[in-house]
């Protein structure tokens, strides 16, 4: 036999040798990972399989039947629920330009208010804002007088002192940008935000 074909049929024994022993690898590294599975699926207790930090004391909720439940309390009745629901929105008031008396429209939101606070037990914050006209501590102080007129107000209606508390941005924080007269009158504000329930 030629040397040039017999050195070719060896190359090509060689290569297939080479892919039947790849192929019955590959098969014996699925059949073993089958088994590997088929064990842990037959026997249950082979090992926590990672549960062990799982905590099953009665205190859990069980979940096979809602009889199982345990409940500290009984559920909470509507007026806990009202107690404990946040406030509706309080609306802003608003002020002239380098004014911080409040108009007749100003105490009537802030009669409105005073009615959502008379419903809660919560604490306010009542903030002071400015258009961006003036010095920036010309603006903190009226930020100020605004916060505190309002403040006054609310207590005239008797809301107690120790539920608001008062803060000046000044002209540090608008509420719309521009400086035209429509952006300037949406900043001159009193901006109402809740502090925390008091309880």
């Known amino acids: 036999m030629d040397a040039s074909l017999l050195r070719t049929i060896t190359g090509r024994q060689l290569r297939l040798a080479l892919l039947l022993m790849l192929f019955a690898f590959a098969s014996f590294a699925v059949a073993g990972c089958g088994g590997g599975d088929q064990e842990v699926a037959d026997d249950p207790t082979a090992g926590d399989h990672g549960l062990e930090d799982i905590d099953d004391s009665p205190g859990e909720r ?50 409105e208010n005073a009615g959502l606070l008379r419903k ?3 604490k306010i914050v009542v903030e002071g804002h400015c258009d961006e006209r003036g010095t920036a501590q010309y603006n903190m102080a009226l930020g100020w007088k605004r916060a505190n007129e309002v403040m006054r107000y609310l207590v005239s209606l008797g809301i107690e002192s120790g539920r608001v508390e008062t803060v000046s941005y000044g002209k540090e924080k608008p509420f719309v940008a521009g400086n035209g007269e429509e952006s300037w009158a949406l900043n001159r504000r009193a901006h109402f935000s809740i502090q925390d329930s008091g309880r």
């Open 62 to 111: 069980s979940f096979e039947g809602d009889e199982n439940i345990p409940f500290d309390r009984d559920d909470p009745t509507a007026e806990e629920l009202e107690r404990t629901a946040l406030p509706p929105q309080m609306q802003d008031v608003f002020f002239g330009y380098d004014k911080h008396e409040l108009d007749a429209e100003s105490r009537a939101v802030l009669q």
């Open 120 to 122: 809660s037990d919560w």
